[in-house]
Every structure is written in structure tokens, then in C-alpha cells.
């Protein structure tokens, strides 16, 4: 069985085609960078320590259908600034290229915001996770890198960070991302900047959960071969770690 010390977490800059040395963010009106030199300091924990700060932290995105118009295969949801309406049924037109469809995945009180996730189809299927505020209809945008979306964002007991991440599916052993967004409010109004970025290829993520407004906790899981019976063995691990 690996140890803690196998589990290296290093930071990278992502290089693709649409991007330089870091990673770029998308949302409406505004284009904004993570910063890629901040080594997160994980330190190994049990599972009853886990559970404890899982019971303390109280998970702000809640699923509240009441916050949504169901209208067939439409559904509608309304900000102050006027509705939006978004097509949910992805059926038989899931396989045609331009086709695209959204998933509800709740709601963020604390923030005033919806939690949409979008897929799209191209000569794949990609997925993007996004927020849209309910008082300014501002859309915020967040790559997972992934083919799928983000999970829903974790939000710090305070409001003033989010964590978004995504899994890789196709890495055996495990692979995850994790974006470390700051959030600012002015009079009401939202705005996210990129603060911390990082990757594992060790691990997927099981759960995050905030201990204080610059520590969180995570259940991660990652997987092993076993040569004797060919199979690949799930084992889970449990993590804390601040930052600055």
C-alpha cells in the first residue's frame, strides 16, 4: 500500500492550445488567472476528525427545486435583472454536434447565486460549471479541464472563497484538480478572482469541507493494482490544509 509520501502534490502550469503559462478562468466580463506558486502542506488525518469538521461546516449550496420553472423539457430561473430559461432535455439530440443541455444543481443563499452545470456537444461531449447571480444575472464561468464539470462549488464559512474541483475519470489511479477562487462583494455586487490553483495525479476527491476561512479538509480516494487477484483496489485517505 502507497504511503502518505507517494501522494506528491505538486503545482503546474497548464499549457494548452487556448492558453500560456497559466491557467485562464472564464466568465462574462471578466477574464482572470491563477496564480501557480503556492505548495499546499498536507498533513494526514483520521476519519473521526474528518467527521468532525464535516459535522461543524454547514454546506452552502442547497438543491431547491422551488427556485426553479419546470415548463417540459425547458426550465426557467429568475434574477432581478429579468429570467433565464435553459433546456434541460438532452433525449435523442444528446449525440448531435451544437446540441446543448443544463443540469440545475442547486442554490447558494448566502450568495444569491444559482449552480448551472452545461454540456455541450462537439466531436465530444464537454461539460463547464457556472454561477449566475440572482440580483445581477453576472455570469461566472469554471473550467475543470476535464471532459466533465466541476463539482458544486464548496463555499468558506465567511463567503469570501470557494473551492471548485473535478475529477478525471479516465486516470485509473486518480486525478483531480482544485481551484481556490477569492469572492468579493461590493454593494451587492460579485466578483471572483483566481487565487490558488493545483492538481494531484494520485488521487480523486471524495469530499471537501472548510475547518476555517483559510483551512479545509478533504476524504480522497485514490487506487491500486492488485497483481494477485488483477483488480484495481479503492483505499481512502484523509487530509487538512491551510493557506495564506
Not at 477574464?31 to 473521526?48: A, P
Not at 468532525?52 to 422551488?66: L, M, P, R, S
Not at 482544485?178 to 480523486?204: H, M, R
Not at 478533504?218 to 494477485?228: A, I, P, R, S, T
Request: one cysteine or more.
Amino acid at each position: 500500500m502507497r504511503t502518505f509520501q507517494t501522494l506528491v502534490l505538486i503545482f503546474v502550469c497548464i499549457i494548452h492550445s487556448y492558453s500560456q503559462e497559466t491557467e485562464v478562468v472564464k466568465c462574462a466580463n471578466c477574464e482572470y488567472l491563477y496564480t501557480s506558486d503556492y505548495e499546499f502542506d498536507f498533513e494526514s488525518i483520521d476519519s473521526v476528525t474528518f467527521k468532525n469538521f464535516k459535522e461543524n461546516y454547514i454546506q452552502k449550496v442547497v438543491y431547491d427545486a422551488t427556485r426553479i420553472i419546470v415548463n417540459d423539457s425547458l426550465f426557467t430561473i429568475k434574477t432581478q435583472k429579468g429570467n433565464r430559461t435553459f433546456n434541460m432535455d438532452y433525449g435523442g439530440n444528446s449525440g448531435r454536434r451544437g446540441f446543448t443541455w443544463t443540469e440545475y444543481k442547486g442554490f447558494i443563499p448566502s450568495l444569491k447565486c444559482y449552480v448551472l452545470n452545461e454540456w455541450s456537444v462537439s466531436e465530444f461531449t464537454f461539460g463547464t460549471s457556472f454561477l449566475i447571480d440572482s440580483l445581477t444575472q453576472t455570469e461566472f464561468r469554471f473550467q475543470s479541464l476535464y471532459d466533465g464539470p466541476n463539482e458544486p462549488p464548496v463555499i468558506s464559512p465567511q463567503n469570501t472563497y470557494l473551492i471548485s474541483y473535478a475529477n478525471s475519470i479516465f486516470d485509473s489511479e486518480g486525478a483531480c484538480r482544485i481551484s481556490l477562487v477569492k469572492i468579493n462583494s461590493i454593494e451587492n455586487e460579485l466578483d471572483f478572482s483566481g487565487y490558488l490553483y493545483f492538481e494531484s495525479n494520485a488521487w480523486t476527491i471524495d469530499e471537501i469541507v472548510w475547518i476555517t476561512e483559510h483551512s479545509f479538509a478533504l476524504k480522497v480516494n485514490y487506487k491500486e493494482f492488485n497483481e494477485e487477484n488483477q483488480k484495481w483496489e479503492e483505499h481512502f485517505e484523509y487530509l487538512q490544509t491551510s493557506f495564506e
